[in-house]
């Protein structure tokens, strides 16, 4: 059974930084594309940032420049950076496990970041 544990959410001052942590139980961790996911308060839960197996990352245009996905295969962790985060930032970030080839999709219980003065 895999396990995705995210950690790092809170609140940070627009122009700060930020730093989301989520840690990865089971096997299947290598062969997955992982990533970040949002939802804000009304509205649908978006892709922020993904990074597969082979360390290919894609960004949503809105995080581009400010915001950094990378994984750690021997740690079995993904982690988000956020710089210069702004209000429209402010989501439960959710972190996701997939692996397309069997079918599979976990999600993490998600973490509050909240941008404000």
């Known amino acids: 059974q895999v396990q995705l544990v995210e950690s790092g959410g809170g609140l940070v001052q627009p122009g700060g930084s930020l730093r989301l942590s989520c840690a990865a139980s089971g096997s299947f961790f290598r062969v997955a594309t992982m990533g970040w996911y949002r939802q804000a308060p009304g509205k649908q839960r978006v892709l922020v940032a993904s990074?597969?197996?082979?360390?290919?990352?894609n960004y949503a245009d809105s995080v581009k420049g400010r915001f950094t996905i990378s994984r750690d295969n021997a740690k079995n962790t993904v982690a988000l950076q956020m710089n210069s985060p702004n209000a429209e930032d402010t989501a439960v970030y959710y972190c996701n496990m997939r692996v397309r080839e069997l079918n599979l999709n976990y999600w993490g219980q998600g973490t509050q970041v909240t941008v404000s003065s």
């Open positions: 990074i597969s197996s082979g360390n290919i990352t």
